[in-house]
């Protein structure tokens, strides 16, 4: 295990530092090799912890040679696994390490958890090798904020100085001395004075949510019987084996394998003994549903549980504000005789709705009907046959007017654009000068006026300009001429020779 470190170059200093605790692992993994433990191969197997922490290591190096020059976590880890791996030889000078059930074999266990949470931290304090420092991101957004506010661009903190900031968080609850030791060893997975903020991540996830972050913790640990800290699957299963005469017995302990979670233990109505981590709910939350549901009745077997019902933490979105005549109905309030669950959203002013739509329908209805009256009320005040407009863009007189509704509203429908007419022979007009074939964009308008009625905001006026007069069947339509420009003839003609054509292009230039 130790002789790749030679071909790394770095300082003499750091050489025999890293060379001291890979000759301390190799000596722990030799004497956990002892056929006599019979240690099986479930988590925490330390037989497996320590060669992925030699190969995580080992990675960092190859990464960066000089990584302990001014890595401070780094160093401390280093100085950590050492103490460590001398703690547990220790053990092995006394045969009761060989027992499964004694003192000596418990500590072990513990040991090999304290060398699991090692390694899951090493692997999220340098992922891939490289080393994130500032970049590590809590999960929760208020805990980030106060180690960013407390501890600014640092990895670990000595314990004094982390307890100090959280004394801070809940003045009304103080820490006493007894409580302070139980939250180290509640925070420091690592046993190693200090906090990192791998560790204050998994505080958190643990025991949120923040603004009752102490709170949770004093009465889910030392307040409650069926917390078990530092019980590995196997011992949960042990422990729970005696209570298996009694459905509803249950422990709860932090997850060996998903550092944050929690694991939970108990007793089923058929006398099988379950363990379950549970998903997207607070610890609180979890025991307080099954302890609804009939499953952790008991914790740790004793007849009376917590009562939790009154520090349960609905969602928001499970929230409705409740009347003074809340238990019956808004509307024949007859009493109501169950409930479901609803979620209510925020409104988003810019999301479409139904409601919006019909709204709009109404209004567009009531413009039409008024403009329909407006019409008919012109119509009796002017008596003379109104000009339909024909499918050619020209007009008849002796038929009724008959205006698409979209034109009488403003702004609600795009304009009406007058069918092209088919091109006709040229016509020698006023001057003797011919003009060419018609072009499509021609239009027929007169100067004659219609009921203000007909007329909308897209009324375009013209000015007079000479044209070939048209033939007798086809009456224009009127429209408000303008002024004749300066340079122009000033005779009008007569309305019987007031028809002309124009280019609607050409006015579109004019402007």
């Not at 050492?82 to 030889?89: D, G, V």
């Not at 809590?138 to 903190?157: D, L, M, S």
């Not at 009376?304 to 003074?324: C, F, G, H, N, Y």
């Not at 739509?357 to 002017?382: G, W």
Request: aromatic share 8%; hydrophobic share 35%; glycine share 4%.
């Amino acid at each position: 295990m130790i002789g790749d470190i030679s071909a790394i170059p770095m300082s003499n200093q750091d050489r025999r530092l890293v060379w001291k605790t890979f000759k301390l692992m190799d000596d722990a993994m030799k004497a956990c090799q002892n056929p006599r433990l019979s240690l099986k191969n479930s988590p925490p197997f330390i037989l497996d912890i320590l060669p992925d922490t030699y190969t995580q290591l080992m990675s960092i190096f190859t990464a960066n040679s000089q990584i302990l020059r001014d890595n401070t976590y780094l160093k401390i880890f280093l100085e950590n696994m050492q103490n460590k791996c001398k703690q547990m030889l220790k053990l092995f000078k006394d045969n009761d390490i060989f027992d499964e059930l004694s003192a000596a074999r418990r500590s072990l266990t513990k040991f090999s958890l304290t060398f699991s949470h090692m390694l899951f931290e090493l692997k999220s304090e340098f992922p891939n090798g490289i080393f994130v420092g500032d970049k590590f991101r809590i999960t929760k957004r208020e805990a980030e904020e106060f180690w960013n506010r407390n501890f600014p661009k640092r990895t670990v903190v000595p314990w004094n100085e982390f307890l100090a900031a959280m004394l801070t968080l809940d003045k009304t609850r103080p820490i006493s001395q007894q409580e302070s030791i139980s939250l180290k060893a509640t925070i420091d997975l690592t046993n190693d004075d200090y906090v990192s903020n791998f560790e204050f991540d998994v505080f958190t996830r643990l025991f949120y949510p923040w603004k009752t972050l102490i709170r949770n913790w004093q009465l889910l640990t030392t307040s409650h019987p069926g917390y078990v800290a530092f019980l590995t699957y196997d011992e949960v299963k042990r422990k729970l084996e005696k209570l298996s005469n009694k459905p509803g017995s249950y422990v709860f302990r932090l997850s060996c394998t998903r550092p944050g979670q929690w694991a939970i233990g108990y007793v089923a109505p058929d006398g099988k003994i379950y363990q379950t981590i549970p998903q997207n709910k607070s610890l609180i939350q979890a025991l307080h549903e099954g302890s609804k549901e009939g499953f952790y009745l008991y914790p740790n077997g004793r007849n009376k549980d917590i009562d939790l019902s009154t520090v349960i933490e609905m969602p928001q979105a499970d929230r409705v504000k409740e009347s003074e005549s809340g238990n019956t109905c808004p509307f024949c309030r007859y009493e109501i005789k169950g409930t479901n669950r609803v979620i209510i959203d925020r409104f988003n002013p810019t999301a479409p709705s139904i409601e919006t739509e019909l709204v709009d329908l109404n209004d567009l209805k009531a413009q039409m009907k008024k403009h329909i009256k407006q019409r008919t009320i012109s119509k009796e005040s002017h008596p003379q046959p109104s000009p339909r407009i024909t499918t050619n863009g020209t007009t008849n007189g002796n038929e009724a007017a008959e205006v698409p509704v979209g034109s009488l509203i403003p702004n609600l429908t795009p304009p009406v654009i007058a069918p092209p007419l088919p091109p006709r022979n040229s016509v020698v007009g006023y001057g003797e000068h011919k003009r060419s074939p018609r072009d499509l964009n021609y239009v027929n308008v007169t100067e004659n006026t219609v009921p203000a009625a007909l007329l909308d905001s897209r009324t375009i006026s013209i000015p007079s300009t000479h044209a070939p007069a048209l033939p007798s069947p086809l009456i224009p339509i009127p429209v408000q001429a303008e002024p004749v420009n300066p340079g122009q003839s000033q005779n009008r003609m007569s309305s019987s020779q007031a028809m002309e054509y124009v280019n609607t292009t050409d006015i579109g230039e004019q402007k």
